[in-house]
């Protein structure tokens, strides 16, 4: 059996793209899943193709483990961790990154812009609900 894992985008414009990710574990987990990929969002309306994204905001609900949103390049680079010990029980939050311009993509060599995902501590009905706010660069 795998984790049953969700990604639904709610909203993909010419500048922002809002994005909710969910996984209900059987307690395998999740290792480097690319939850954002750019080249499946909407092009511009210029026609130019999404290279990477910034994250604006973000709201989350974990229980039972631990999130690192990775930028994947030939050696991937975390974002963000999200959660904590499993002991810590469920972890709800929000953060946000306008102020200041968003969270970039500083990922060096081999970057390709997409956004992933792993989790650890994980067990059986461990989940997470994850929603994205991004801003689009072409």
């Not at 905001?57 to 499993?86: E, F, H, K």
């Not at 939050?93 to 060096?108: H, K, L, P």
């Amino acid at each position: 059996m795998a984790d049953a894992v969700t990604t639904q985008v709610i909203a993909d414009g010419d500048k922002i793209a809002v994005v909710k990710i969910t996984n209900l574990s059987d307690g395998s987990g999740e290792s480097a899943v690319a939850k954002i990929d750019v080249s499946a969002l909407n092009s511009s309306s210029n026609g130019d193709d999404c290279t990477r994204v910034t994250i604006n905001q973000i709201w989350y609900d974990i229980a039972g483990m631990r999130i690192s949103l990775d930028w994947n390049a030939s050696t991937n680079v975390v974002c963000l961790a999200l959660g904590g010990a499993p002991s810590l029980g469920t972890q709800t939050g929000y953060m946000d990154f306008r102020s200041f311009g968003g969270i970039t993509n500083n990922a060096g060599s081999g970057i390709n812009g997409d956004l992933l995902l792993t989790t650890s501590g994980h067990t059986n009905l461990d989940h997470y609900t994850i929603l994205l706010e991004l801003s689009k660069s072409y």
